[in-house]
């Protein structure tokens, strides 16, 4: 089996679970941290061409990280690719489970099970808070509608304030994210490296939880650990 992700967390799932499998990643797969694979570009602008070469036998994407338009290149050149869409940490087990058979695993890998007990196991949150969940700036574009990561912060009691906006992630102009008047505001490190330097000093007054964005928006081995880091830094952030 030969196959190329075009997903980070993708990348790392089946790297961890299938070594020698992957064929090709991208640019911005770093896990593990000893990958070494042919590189074929970026999430949204991958190298066609350079995939077609390495003759895979699937592709493996997702419907929010990549680009239709590649996806359709790719089946065009007819290779087989397969799409996630992961919007929740339910869908999020069910898709790896998906990906991992796809790529030839025979069986659950142990990290998905643990991670799978870690997350049905987690207790009701003991209090509720609000937060801004900014994932750019320049401009401000903040967790909007139907997010993976808007619903691991549910399970984990912090209900982010555009939840219920029409857009999945829209861009809203600072003085409006103020205005929202949070209980906190949430400050990953990916897609956008927000730092104690580069992003709260434009929340003056309000509490901000620097987290770990892959802990937030992965999908893959990281699951597991995610609910006790996240918590951590959470708890660490108090009005």
């Given at each position: 089996?030969?196959?190329?992700?075009?997903?980070?967390?993708?990348?790392e799932?089946?790297?961890?679970?299938?070594?020698?499998?992957?064929?090709?990643?991208?640019?911005?797969?770093d896990?593990?941290a000893?990958?070494?694979?042919?590189?074929i570009?970026?999430?949204?602008?991958?190298?066609?061409?350079?995939?077609?070469?390495?003759?895979?036998?699937?592709?493996?994407?997702?419907?929010?990280?990549?680009?239709?338009?590649?996806?359709a290149?790719?089946?065009?050149a007819?290779l087989?690719?397969?799409v996630?869409?992961?919007?929740?940490?339910?869908?999020?087990?069910t898709?790896?489970?998906?990906?991992?058979?796809?790529?030839?695993?025979?069986?659950?890998p142990?990290?998905?099970?643990?991670?799978?007990?870690?997350?049905?196991a987690?207790?009701?949150?003991?209090?509720r808070r609000?937060?801004?969940?900014?994932?750019?700036?320049?401009?401000?574009?903040v967790l909007g509608?139907d997010?993976?990561?808007?619903?691991?912060?549910?399970?984990?009691?912090?209900?982010?304030?555009?939840?219920?906006?029409?857009e999945?992630?829209?861009?809203?102009?600072?003085?409006?994210?103020?205005?929202?008047?949070?209980?906190?505001v949430?400050?990953?490190?990916?897609?956008?490296?927000?730092?104690?330097?580069?992003?709260p000093?434009?929340?003056?007054?309000?509490p901000?939880?620097?987290v770990?964005?892959?802990h937030?928006?992965?999908?893959?081995?990281?699951?597991?650990?995610?609910?006790?880091?996240?918590?951590?830094?959470?708890?660490?952030?108090?009005?």
């Amino acid at each position: 089996m030969r196959v190329v992700s075009l997903v980070p967390s993708l990348t790392e799932a089946v790297a961890v679970t299938l070594p020698g499998v992957l064929a090709g990643a991208t640019d911005w797969c770093d896990r593990p941290a000893d990958l070494d694979v042919a590189r074929i570009g970026g999430t949204k602008n991958p190298d066609v061409d350079r995939i077609v070469s390495l003759a895979p036998d699937l592709v493996i994407a997702n419907e929010e990280e990549n680009r239709a338009p590649d996806l359709a290149a790719l089946r065009a050149a007819g290779l087989a690719v397969l799409v996630t869409e992961v919007r929740t940490v339910p869908q999020a087990l069910t898709e790896l489970d998906r990906v991992l058979t796809a790529c030839g695993a025979s069986g659950r890998p142990a990290w998905l099970a643990e991670a799978e007990a870690v997350w049905a196991a987690l207790p009701e949150p003991a209090e509720r808070r609000t937060a801004v969940v900014p994932v750019w700036r320049r401009p401000w574009t903040v967790l909007g509608r139907d997010t993976f990561a808007g619903d691991v912060l549910a399970r984990l009691g912090v209900d982010h304030a555009y939840a219920a906006h029409s857009e999945r992630y829209p861009r809203v102009p600072l003085h409006e994210l103020r205005a929202a008047d949070p209980d906190l505001v949430v400050l990953p490190d990916e897609p956008y490296r927000f730092t104690a330097d580069d992003g709260p000093e434009a929340f003056p007054g309000l509490p901000c939880a620097l987290v770990s964005g892959r802990h937030l928006t992965w999908y893959g081995p990281s699951l597991a650990r995610a609910p006790r880091v996240l918590a951590a830094a959470l708890r660490a952030a108090r009005r």
